[in-house]
Structures are given as structure tokens and as C-alpha cells.
């Protein structure tokens, strides 16, 4: 437990600030087991509400398993199909039906709380049932449920917060985050995970300051405690005294007015005081974000995360159409200096947490009659495990469909295409096969196809550092995905906390894989792209320019510092700060060779939290 | 009221298509239609599917078929033949 009592009046909780920035708020508790299912209590006057919004949920789960059924029966026949019938019927039943509608009026209970209590009566009267196969049958009733529930926490109603929450949660769920307005969420207070959980990427994104790694979070704090959230320095106050508060709103002004400074400044070239120009572009995982990019003197999109359109999706998947239609505003956004679009870098784990493998689960019911019903293992080990380009050359049709629409899209701009995860080269030439073959269909099909799709090989594990030569001469240009590359590298899941402080982006091991990198998307003469958090970091920004970087992609809100910054940088000085931190056997060594060497070159950007100390780089105001 | 025993013989018992195949035949009638299991006297909405699932009927049960109601014989002869067929899953009744 992290959680250490002071003196005074409020308890300080430290974690792991995984989101930049302070928010103040009331805490909202959400206890999570497997899907979000909490109680809520209702005012009279929302009884009737949320009866119709239960029976709305009925309608669109039972139009599901119809259209479902109706594929089904097309490509196998009748009699397959009477597998779902038991569900729907279910859905039809009007003593199942009747029992949670009376259990929302008579308990005022929300329609997940009631869907839940009467799913467990069922399911604890049929555990008594003594035939093996019978008693398996139970799980349509948890599949109904499941898609139940499913269909109400996509009603935004659900997520209807009261303004300023501050959300606690051992685990905060995607489809939750996805849902989740900036507006009314203040903060996140989060059990475990770390900063590349999607709560964290999300937080991130969204700009609501998080602290994660806070065990037994909801048992520490209660419900409707007022909250201060530093996502900069990963410390929670509850119950606040009036002084931290205060000292806090002096910090945001402080923050806010160098905001505004860098942000003026945007107009300006972003070319070093030694006269060399640099490439800043934007990392962005919202279609929201095109607008920012391009305020802040982004040049071009270096990243589209597009893990995004299966969340909105989830549990289904994006369709063609969906993703083209995302790709194509990404395209015709990012201008003449085009975008990078990343295959879908998720794990199994995450896409079940989603429900997005019961889509799957469908998909294959539907167009093969495979019922499958074998429990889903949870990986042990998922960043080794089935994710990124792995997931997508194993399951085709995903990236068939990806690769379609990016093609499609590409009409409208310039795209490129990058791969995640890549440890050999013939993932790169399977991937190319399946771009051929979509491009071939499109073609046959009368689709304007262009007549080039640069792929690009995302150098995010060892293995893709020493054989970088041999990927440069497979790829049309390389981009460095430090954050897995660091956690592969030190062998250190920066989402667990206990060893968090263990990765650390200026380690010599680090910089000497960086440097082996570029060098040889240089002698390839290959544009080499940093993608990861680093370049969004003033000091390690500065160690990748010193190490021959010329093009860094980053969070928008990062952009208008980290070129101030390359207007204050001389690149010769830093190249030989670079030279002698490869040469340093450790991380701290490194950093306070970097820490001397900038105080001679007298750049003033940082904040105090950033240089001592582990402080995740956050400048912008949260 | 009409009321016929009937055992339940296909392989695996009411699971859920079987039950799915009875309870869309029990709906053809207006008739109140319940089963009842012989051995512990549980009995069920034949147009309930929960309550078919929750009879939990395997294969070797006897069960009775109860209607009543303006279209009982027929609900009761049926059901009573969609079961013995085996719910046509296991090829014609032998």
C-alpha cells in the first residue's frame, strides 16, 4: 500500500502520476468486476426513465442476435441458427423481463443493477443443475447478460457524472474511458496500471491529470470526498486543506502563463540557433486532435493511434466504411506534409476486456458456424504475447479491412502506413502480400488505388535495433516507438509500479540502441521519425537532436514547448553532450552530464518537478 | 385439460435449441401449456425459455405435457411429438 497518513488534516496518497496537470473534484467510486456494474439509486422522478432505457437496451441486444441469426441462417442454413434462439428468446421472456422491471420500481435501482441481481438468481439455480451439459448452458444466460450490459454502458446516460468528478477506480475500463468528457471529469485516481495503460493514454489525450498505482484506492477513499489530483507529481490529497489548494492555483497560473508564452510562439520556424530545421509532428489518437495539431505548428501527423475506432466500436468491430471514413478526414487534414497511420496495436487481453473477442466470437459463429465457447485464457504475459502486428497477421480480415480503408483513403491525401511490433523481416513482406492483395481487389473493383503506400517499420524491440539495417532496406522509412522499445530494452513494464522507476529513458543502453537507429536510417538514407513519449520530454528531446534525430511526432499539447525549445538549442553543443552521455555507464550519470551541460547553454524551460526527479514532462497547464 | 407423458430421449436433453424449438411450438397456442417433470414434480411455462432451461430435463426424463385452454389437444399432441422426434436433431424416430 502506497497510502501514508500525515499529520495534518488530509491524507496524501502517492502514486504514479501518469497525466499531467491538477484537477479538484468529488470523488465518484467505481468498483469494477469484470464489466462495470455498479448501484446506483435512483430519484423517483428517473424510475420511468430508466425502465424505457432498459427496455431500449432489450431492443438493440435482440436486434443484435436477429441480425446475427439472420447472417447465420444465409451462410449455414436454418437449423444452425436455433443457437441463438435461446438467447433471444430469453430477451423475449416476459418473466425475465417483468422480474427486472419490477426490481428498477420497486428498489429504484438502475437497469444494470437490476440486470445483474436477477442474472445471478438464475445463474445460482442453475449451478444446481446435476446434468453436466445442461448446467453449461447457463452461460447463454451470462452471453445475455453480458450483451446486455454491453448495450447500456453505451448509453451515455450511464456515464452521466455529476460535474468536477473525480473518478476512483481499481481499474478503469476502456469503454468507460471512451465515454468519458473532459468537461465533467476533473481527475482519475487509479488502482493499477501504469503510464501505457489506456486509462492513462486516454487521460492523457483528454487532458485530465491521472494518478495511477494508488492500491486499494476505493477502499482509502470515500464517496464524494473532495479531491486534489497532481498528475504531475502523482499525489492524490483528500480533503484538501485551504493551503495546498492555494499553493496548487498559484502553480496552474505559473503554468498557464508559460503556456500561453510558447503557445504565441507557434508561428515561428522550428530551426535550431545553429540554423538546422526540425521536423516536429503531431501523435494523435482522437480525430479531435487534427484541430490542435495543426494550431500548434504541427507538420504533418507522424501518428495516428488507431486504437481509437475500436473502442468506439467495441464490442463490435470498425467496419471498412467507419475507418475509412476516419482516415480520410486524417488525410485530408494533415495537409501536404501527410499522415502515418499505425495497424491497430492492441493485445488480446485488452480486446477481451473490450468484448471486442466476442465480436470475433460472433463474426465466427456467423460465417462458419463455429461456436466457440472456450473460455478466454487471459495472457500472462501480453506485452510478449499476441498484440500489435501479431494480433493483426493472425486474425487477416482485421488487417484486411484496416488495409482497405487506408487505401481507400489515401485518395485524399498523402498516408503512409506504419507497423507496430515488427521482430522480423518477413512480417514486413506478409504485410506487404496482404496490401497487394487488397490493392489488386480495389482496383478490380474500380477503386482509385495510388500508385505508392509507403510502409514504414515501427523500431520498437531489440531485435528491430540490430537488424535496423536490414529493416531499412525493407521499409520505406523507420520510426522509433521509444516507449516499448525502453521496456523491452530494461525489461520494465513501466504500467507496473513497483518497478516503474526502473524505466528510464536516459539509461546508455537506451541511447546507444537510439543512436544505433538513426545511424542506420541514415547510411540507408531513410527518413527515421521518433514517435515515442521521449521526444515530448524537453531533456530527452534535446539528447535525440544531440543523437541525430531530425524529425520528433508528439502529443499536440507537447508541440509549442518542444519547439521553443529547438529555437533556444544550439545542435553542435548538444551533439557532444550526446557523444559523452553514450559513453556514461548509467542513467544517472547521463542526466546529470545533460543537467550540467544545459545550465552552460542557459535554456530556461523546464519545471522543477521535471529535473528532479522522475516527474513525468508535463508543462502545459492541466 | 389434457395432459400426455412424454420421455425426453435425444441425446442431450432440453438444452438450449431444444428448448428454443419447444418454446417457439408452445407459443403457436393460446392455450396455457407447462411441463412438469416426473420425477421431482418441478414444473415450468412452456413458453417461458427460462423456465425450460431450468427444468434441466436430461435425456431419460419423463415428462408431462399439460395444456388447457380452446386449443389444448393439439398444443399437447405437438409438443408431445416435436420431443419424441428428438427435436429433429438425431435423423427420423426410429
Redesign the interface.
Known amino acids: 500500500m502506497t497510502a501514508n497518513r500525515v499529520a495534518q488534516p488530509g491524507l496524501v496518497l502517492r502514486g504514479l502520476g501518469v497525466s499531467p496537470g491538477v484537477g479538484i473534484g468529488s470523488a465518484v467510486l467505481l468498483p469494477w468486476r469484470g464489466r462495470l456494474v455498479f448501484r446506483r439509486t435512483l430519484a423517483p422522478q428517473e424510475i420511468e426513465t430508466e425502465v424505457a432505457r432498459f427496455h431500449a437496451a432489450v431492443d438493440v441486444a435482440r436486434k443484435q442476435l436477429q441480425a446475427l441469426r439472420q447472417r447465420m441462417e444465409q451462410a449455414l442454413g436454418r437449423e444452425h441458427a436455433y443457437i441463438l434462439d435461446a438467447q433471444r428468446l430469453m430477451l423475449e421472456d416476459a418473466g425475465i423481463l417483468g422480474e427486472i422491471e419490477t426490481l428498477i420500481r420497486t428498489s429504484a435501482i438502475n437497469a444494470e443493477w437490476a440486470v445483474k441481481l436477477v442474472t445471478d438468481r438464475i445463474l445460482a439455480i442453475y449451478a444446481e443443475i446435476k446434468d453436466d451439459y445442461l448446467r453449461e448452458r447457463g452461460s447463454d444466460i451470462e452471453d445475455v447478460a453480458h450483451r446486455l450490459l454491453t448495450v447500456l454502458a453505451g448509453d451515455r446516460a450511464t456515464c452521466a457524472f455529476p460535474e468536477g468528478a473525480v473518478l476512483v477506480g481499481e481499474t478503469l475500463p476502456p469503454s468507460l474511458l471512451g465515454e468519458l468528457d473532459p468537461q465533467r471529469v476533473a481527475g482519475l485516481v487509479i488502482g493499477s496500471g501504469g503510464w501505457t495503460s489506456h486509462a492513462a493514454i486516454l487521460a492523457r489525450g483528454l487532458g485530465i491529470p491521472a494518478v495511477s498505482g494508488i492500491h486499494g484506492a476505493l477502499a482509502l477513499i470515500e464517496d464524494q470526498a473532495l479531491l486534489l489530483v497532481d498528475g504531475t507529481q502523482g499525489l492524490v490529497f483528500v480533503h484538501p486543506e485551504p493551503e495546498v489548494i492555494r499553493r496548487y492555483e498559484a502553480q496552474q497560473k505559473e503554468r498557464e502563463r508559460r503556456w500561453h508564452y510558447v503557445r504565441d510562439r507557434a508561428p515561428l520556424p522550428t530551426t535550431t540557433r545553429d540554423g538546422v530545421a526540425i521536423t516536429v509532428r503531431a501523435n494523435i489518437e482522437r480525430l479531435s486532435e487534427l484541430e490542435e495539431a495543426r494550431r500548434f505548428g504541427a507538420c504533418g501527423i507522424g501518428l495516428l493511434r488507431t486504437e481509437f475506432l475500436f473502442l468506439q466500436a467495441a464490442p463490435a468491430w470498425p467496419s471498412e466504411d467507419e475507418q475509412w471514413h476516419a482516415y480520410r478526414q486524417v488525410a485530408e487534414a494533415a495537409g501536404p506534409e501527410g499522415a502515418v497511420i499505425r495497424t491497430v496495436d492492441w493485445d488480446e487481453n485488452q480486446m477481451a476486456a473490450l468484448g471486442s473477442l466476442r465480436a470475433l466470437r460472433d463474426e465466427q459463429l456467423a460465417t462458419a458456424g463455429i461456436d466457440d465457447r472456450t473460455p478466454w485464457i487471459p495472457e500472462r504475459n501480453p506485452a510478449l504475447g499476441l498484440r500489435a502486428i501479431r494480433f493483426s497477421l493472425r486474425r487477416p480480415h482485421v488487417l484486411k479491412t484496416q488495409l482497405r480503408a487506408i487505401v481507400r483513403a489515401a485518395a485524399f491525401g498523402n498516408l503512409r502506413i506504419v507497423l507496430p511490433l515488427i521482430t522480423s523481416v518477413d512480417e514486413v513482406h506478409e504485410v506487404r502480400r496482404h496490401l497487394d492483395a487488397v490493392c489488386r481487389e480495389l482496383r478490380a473493383e474500380g477503386v482509385q488505388v495510388p500508385d505508392r503506400l509507403p510502409v514504414g517499420v515501427m523500431i520498437e524491440t531489440p531485435a528491430a535495433v540490430w537488424l535496423a539495417e536490414e529493416f531499412a532496406a525493407v521499409a520505406d522509412f523507420l520510426s522509433l516507438g521509444t516507449n516499448d522499445l525502453i521496456q523491452y530494452i530494461l525489461a520494465v513494464d513501466r504500467d507496473n509500479d513497483r518497478v516503474a522507476h526502473l524505466y528510464d529513458p536516459l539509461h546508455p543502453a537506451v541511447l546507444r540502441a537510439v543512436h544505433q537507429v538513426i545511424r542506420a536510417a541514415e547510411r540507408a538514407g531513410l527518413v527515421l521519425e521518433v514517435c515515442g513519449e521521449m521526444a515530448a520530454h524537453p531533456l530527452h528531446a534535446l539528447v535525440l537532436l544531440g543523437l541525430g534525430a531530425r524529425v520528433l511526432s508528439m502529443r499536440p499539447r507537447a508541440i509549442p514547448f518542444i519547439r521553443d525549445l529547438i529555437r533556444q538549442c544550439e545542435l553542435a553543443r548538444m551533439h557532444d553532450l550526446a557523444q559523452r552521455a553514450l559513453a556514461a555507464s548509467s542513467g544517472a550519470e547521463v542526466r546529470q552530464l545533460l543537467l550540467r551541460g544545459l545550465e552552460a547553454m542557459r535554456l530556461e524551460v523546464f519545471d522543477d518537478a521535471l529535473l528532479n526527479g522522475s516527474a513525468p514532462p508535463f508543462l502545459e497547464p492541466g | 385439460m389434457q395432459r400426455r407423458t412424454v420421455q425426453v430421449s435425444n441425446r ?6 431444444a ?3 419447444l ?2 411450438v408452445a407459443n403457436r397456442f393460446r392455450s396455457t401449456i407447462t411441463l412438469a417433470r416426473c420425477d421431482n414434480g418441478q414444473t415450468v ?1 412452456a413458453k ?4 425450460v ?2 427444468l ?3 435425456a431419460g426424463t419423463y415428462v408431462d405435457v399439460i395444456a388447457s385452454g380452446e386449443d389444448e389437444a393439439e398444443a399437447v399432441e405437438a409438443i408431445c411429438r416435436l420431443i419424441e422426434s428428438k427435436f ?1 436433431e438425431e435423423g427420423p424416430t426410429s
Open positions: 442431450l436433453g432440453l438444452h438450449a435449441r428448448a428454443a424449438k418454446v417457439h411455462d417461458s425459455i427460462l423456465g432451461l431450468l434441466a430435463a436430461s429433429g
